[in-house]
């Protein structure tokens, strides 16, 4: 379970003024699925930071399972996995295996028995023959299925995915909408394939960094339409 | 012909600026062989006295001695011939300028010196790599490093060599997206264009990966 407490986050300007870029955010989470859509550069992205603690809020709190992102942060990520848009900042080892055996590193495993395990997890996700590939070598789709993979082999009993389809082409993104889709684990998807929002329970619109609509997908998705339709303006 | 020739260089240039090469040189290669079945920890120490022994050996006899024992350990890594031979052809390149250097300056001992002795450490250090696990490399280093656990981390200085691999090749890939950048935009002659996009972009990467290393906990 998610709870959002009043959270916003601010940072420094360009002057050293605060801007807040994200407006506090009140909300309870118990859906399998909540997908975020909105415009670019709305705020999307801090608002799923928040989950695992990678951004914090300046004020209110953010809670995973009742835990505090601020003060329960390495607890917090152990039940949080977080993927990546690029898909290359986030893999970062030499080769295929070695980076899902860093992942479970955490774990209180020889290096034996991490590397059978990186193994086992590789072949779920059909990478197994890949395995000792250099990661620099690997198609976008690889990539992105890589940097899942490694997420997943923690068994976080949340995902929080920041655009994961948004560099893979159709084969690929089918793919990982369909392995996304198949997951038990509670998700939480930012995306700007309407599609992929549609499918989940929740479905919240960001925009200008405010939460400016929660609900059902089908609405939130004509509801995100109507804003695309207005003119751009800059912030 | 001439725009074939162009098209050749023009290959050749995209392929040595992918970085393709460098990239995948050294990278473990699962075997049984002789050097495959030992210790890390024994292969490590060999490399370090290899080293010591280079730069303590004197003459052109001793630098090719050291050399053929860096390249039977090679042999014996069994790495795929291609990619070794095209990941080690620029390290060729840079032994044989400086050897030439050597040779230009009338000492011919000491550009066999050199040449072999910059080659032999390479070579050790591949058939290294080639032929232990990443993971047992590290796992050496944090034993090794725990002495010095009270100032440094063991478990962080090992992730820090790993990062360090593993980022040579992405550098290499987004100092060419920045060359072709540049070159797109008809900077391709202008050092500005690509050093400094390039700085920022791998100050950007930096951060990126240090905000995947905190999402996925590791070093907590």
């Keep these: ?235 | 012909m001439n725009r074939d020739r162009a098209l050749g260089a023009a290959r050749r240039r995209r392929s040595r600026s992918t970085g393709a090469g460098m990239a995948s040189l050294g990278l473990f290669r699962p075997g049984s062989g002789p050097l495959h079945r030992l210790p890390a920890l024994v292969k490590l120490l060999g490399l370090a006295a290899l080293g010591v022994a280079v730069v303590v050996a004197g003459g052109p006899v001793a630098s090719l001695a050291l050399f053929g024992v860096a390249a039977l350990a090679l042999v014996l890594a069994r790495p795929p011939v291609r990619t070794t031979v095209r990941g080690l052809a620029p390290l060729v390149v840079l032994a044989g300028l400086a050897a030439g250097y050597q040779v230009w300056r009338g000492d011919r001992t000491r550009a066999v010196e050199v040449a072999t002795d910059l080659l032999s450490l390479v070579l050790a250090a591949t058939a290294v790599t080639v032929s232990t696990p990443m993971a047992d490399l590290l796992a050496v280093m944090v034993r090794v490093a725990r002495p010095l656990r009270r100032w440094l981390p063991p478990e962080a200085l090992a992730l820090a060599v790993a990062l360090m691999l593993r980022t040579v090749p992405a550098l290499g890939r987004v100092l060419a997206e920045t060359r072709d950048a540049a070159r797109a935009r008809g900077l391709g002659r202008d050092p500005r264009a690509l050093l400094i996009p390039a700085a920022i972009r791998t100050v950007a990467r930096a951060q990126a990966t240090g905000q995947a290393l905190a999402a996925r906990g590791i070093g907590e």
């Design chain 1, 1 to 235: 379970m998610i709870e959002f407490e009043s959270a916003d986050v601010v940072v420094p300007g360009p002057g050293g003024e605060d801007v807040r870029i994200l407006e506090p955010v009140t909300g309870t989470f118990p859906e399998r699925r909540v997908s975020v859509i909105g415009p670019n550069g709305s705020g999307k992205s801090t608002l799923v930071r928040l989950i695992n603690g990678l951004a914090l809020p300046d004020s209110g709190a953010v809670r995973v399972n009742g835990l505090d992102t601020v003060t329960d942060g390495p607890a917090v990520r152990r039940q949080v996995g977080f993927v990546f848009t690029d898909p290359d900042a986030q893999l970062v080892m030499p080769t295929v295996v070695e980076d899902v055996v860093l992942s479970l590193r955490r774990l209180d495993l020889s290096t034996k028995d991490r590397r059978a395990r990186a193994l086992e997890v590789l072949a779920r996700y059909r990478l197994e023959h890949l395995a000792d590939v250099s990661v620099h070598a690997l198609s976008g789709g690889q990539k992105q299925l890589l940097a899942l993979a490694s997420v997943l082999a923690t068994e976080p009993r949340i995902l929080v995915c920041d655009e994961p389809t948004t560099l893979l082409d159709l084969r690929w993104r089918h793919y990982v909408d369909e392995l996304l889709d198949s997951l038990d684990q509670q998700t939480v998807i930012v995306t700007h394939d309407l599609d992929a929002a549609m499918r989940a329970d929740r479905t919240l619109v960001v925009d200008r960094a405010r939460v400016v609509f929660d609900g059902p997908p089908v609405e939130a998705v004509a509801f995100y339409r109507s804003l695309a339709g207005q003119s751009l303006e800059p912030r």
